[in-house]
């Protein structure tokens, strides 16, 4: 399987607790991104990098919220301290530079902060 | 600023028959503009795409339109399959930048 790879898919924490998930994305595709989805919601933009280096971050993603891609290739986002608000899917997405902007998502991790 | 819209929340279409998804879009500089499905607990599965020098683009059972004078586009399945129920998602971007999706549309085909 080439597809977008992430895990946990599920995670149960209790509020004040740190999580991080881990996305692997596509091998050939140099970008990669976070969105955040929640009940009856679409996607919505967390980060992105380009390689390793991080280019956008949304005013969503809160000083709580940090993700890396250290070597361009798997990307982590680790969330400080959560709070009950944080429970959502996180979804993972690649894509190549140049070819539109079609991009692929992960099965994203569900967390849930009880 | 909900800069792509889907207005309709809920669609309910019989098999056999045609399935109009509908979304609304505010930014006139978007160039590149998509449709996701999703089934609960998965992630979103890239359906069609098309580019605003383009306003149609056709790929089997689903077509896109794109309107760019009214900031419109929708996708049209025919004929619908059970298959096909599930959210779909129209998203748009900006020069190759992120995509900005709107809220879904949950297809129903029943038989």
């Known amino acids: 399987d080439t597809g977008v790879s992430q895990n946990p898919r599920h995670k149960i924490t209790k509020r004040g607790q740190n999580v991080t998930f881990r996305c692997d994305p596509i091998s050939e595709h140099n970008r990669l991104y976070w969105y955040r989805q929640t009940l009856g919601q679409g996607p919505e933009f967390l980060t992105y990098?380009?390689?390793?280096?991080?280019?956008?971050k949304s005013r969503l993603l809160s000083d709580r919220f940090s993700a890396e891609r250290p070597k361009g290739s798997f990307s982590t986002l680790e969330i400080q301290r959560t709070e009950q608000g944080d429970s959502a899917m996180y979804l993972c997405?690649?894509?190549?530079?140049?070819?539109?902007?079609?991009?692929?998502f992960g099965e994203g991790s569900w967390l849930t902060v009880v | 600023d909900q800069q792509v819209k889907q207005n309709s929340p809920s669609l309910s279409v019989q098999e056999g028959r045609i399935s109009i998804l509908n979304c609304d879009y505010t930014?006139?500089?978007?160039?590149?503009f998509l449709w996701y499905k999703k089934y609960p607990a998965e992630g979103p599965t890239f359906l069609i795409s098309?580019?605003?020098?383009?306003d149609k683009n056709e790929d089997g059972r689903f077509t896109v339109f794109l309107n760019k004078s009214a900031k419109h586009l929708s996708l049209h399945i025919v004929p619908s399959q059970p298959g096909d129920s599930a959210v779909y998602f129209c998203a748009a971007s900006y020069n190759t930048d992120k995509l900005i999706f709107g809220t879904g549309t949950r297809l129903q085909v029943f038989p």
């Open positions: 990098f380009q390689n390793e280096a991080q280019l956008e």
């Open positions: 098309i580019s605003s020098i383009k």
């Open positions: 930014n006139s500089m978007f160039d590149y």
């Open positions: 997405a690649s894509s190549p530079t140049g070819i539109g902007n079609t991009i692929y």
